[in-house]
């Protein structure tokens, strides 16, 4: 199946401060979901975005397919920003659905 | 929008017994759904994909002896850990997408599973 690598695999930050979220798939895709999983376990569906850029309130997403990597921006951080996010990618060639290594991201106050 | 519905949401039995969990589609129909499995601090492992009237197709190292996959029709799908032991607990979410090819992926709540 395809390979999906996050980066950074931890991140902390202060409150206020933006951060950018990497991931790289080793194929092309038709679907590149970003998730921000929350302590109870319930993955929230961020951004659809197997192309292009969007953008929802502080945070944007970009998917550059071509170079296969997609970009998750947040920007002035909050506390409830924090947890663990992920991307998910299917390739165009198949059916699966494979998820990223993960960023675990503590904001401060 | 799409709602997946995934129950129980948590399960703790004793080591020998089975254990069912289902995932259904309220609001569209789903020919495949996917089943996960997720380890403290790790990220979600495709176990296996669910085939609508079809043989389930399961990942490398995924025994479908112990994890027994139904998908009887286009709205659910039931993940069956057999003779669970202590090892099996862990958190299982699935997921599905509309039949339509250009759709995001829908996810449950996930289940909670600890066994004894």
């Known amino acids: 199946g395809i390979q999906v690598e996050q980066s950074p695999p931890d991140l902390i930050l202060q409150e206020g401060a933006n951060s950018t979220l990497r991931c790289n798939f080793s194929?092309?895709?038709?679907?590149l979901q970003w998730f921000h999983q929350n302590p109870w376990g319930q993955l929230i569906n961020l951004f659809y975005i197997p192309s292009g850029t969007k953008q929802n309130g502080r945070l944007s997403a970009t998917t550059v397919a071509t170079e296969r990597y997609s970009l998750l921006y947040i920007s002035s951080s909050q506390t409830t920003d924090s947890g663990v996010y992920f991307c998910a990618a299917r390739t165009n060639t198949g059916n699966q659905f494979y998820f990223g290594t993960g960023t675990s991201l503590t904001v401060i106050p | 929008g799409a709602v997946v519905s995934q129950h129980p949401s948590r399960v703790i039995c004793k080591s020998g017994t089975s254990v069912k969990i289902e995932c259904r589609s309220l609001d569209f129909q789903a020919t495949t759904m996917f089943w996960y499995r997720q380890f403290p601090k790790k990220s979600l492992m495709l176990m296996a994909t669910?085939?609508?009237?079809?043989?389930?197709?399961?990942e490398q190292g995924v025994e479908k002896d112990k994890f027994l996959i139904n998908h009887a029709s286009l709205t659910l799908s039931t993940l069956t850990v057999t003779s669970a032991h202590p090892e099996d607990s862990s958190f299982y979410i699935c997921?599905?997408?509309?039949?339509?090819?250009?759709?995001?992926?829908?996810f449950g709540d996930g289940t909670r599973l600890s066994i004894l």
């Open positions: 669910s085939n609508e009237g079809s043989k389930a197709t399961y």
């Open positions: 194929d092309s895709v038709n679907n």
């Open positions: 997921s599905a997408k509309d039949s339509w090819a250009a759709q995001p992926q829908h």
